[in-house]
Nanobody, 122 residues
Framework: QVQLVESGGGSVQAGGSLRLSCVVS????????LGWYRRAPGKEREMVAV??????????NYADSVRGRFTISRDMRKNTVDLQMNSLKSEDTAVYYC?????????????WGQGAQVTVSS
C-alpha cells in the first residue's frame, strides 16, 4: 500500500521558519495531486498547498492565508513533497498532514500521512 511519512515539525517563535518533508512510498508519477493539509484543535481540516499534475507538468495552489509565506515543492527522484514555511504566525499552529491523490483504472484513491505537529508561539 501507499504510505506517506511526514517529518520536520516542531515549535518556533512567530516570524520563524520550518520545513516539512513527506516521503511517499510510490512513484511520484502515479499521483495526480500531492499536497499538505492542516487541522487546528477543534477545527476542520483545510487545504494549505497542493500540486496538481496537469499538462504543464504541475502547478501549485495555496490557501489565501499562506500565500507568499509557504512554498510547496516536490522531488521526483527522492519521492518527497516538501513545504517550506516562512514568517510563521500563531494561527499556523496545527497538525500538518501530507496527502496524495491517485487514480488507478478510473478510480480515485486518497492517502494520508500520520501528521506532524507545528506550534508557533507569540
Amino acid at each position: 500500500q501507499v504510505q506517506l511519512v511526514e517529518s520536520g515539525g516542531g515549535s518556533v517563535q512567530a516570524g520563524g521558519s520550518l520545513r516539512l518533508s513527506c516521503v511517499v512510498s510510490a512513484s511520484m508519477h502515479s499521483f495526480n495531486a500531492l499536497g499538505w493539509y492542516r487541522r487546528a484543535p477543534g477545527k476542520e481540516r483545510e487545504m494549505v498547498a497542493v500540486i496538481i499534475d496537469d499538462v504543464s507538468g504541475g502547478s501549485a495552489n495555496y490557501a489565501d492565508s499562506v500565500r507568499g509565506r509557504f512554498t510547496i515543492s516536490r522531488d521526483m527522484r527522492k519521492n518527497t513533497v516538501d513545504l517550506q514555511m516562512n514568517s510563521l504566525k500563531s494561527e499556523d499552529t496545527a497538525v500538518y498532514y501530507c496527502a496524495a491523490d491517485q487514480k488507478v483504472e478510473g478510480q480515485t484513491y486518497e492517502y494520508w500521512g500520520q501528521g506532524a505537529q507545528v506550534t508557533v508561539s507569540s
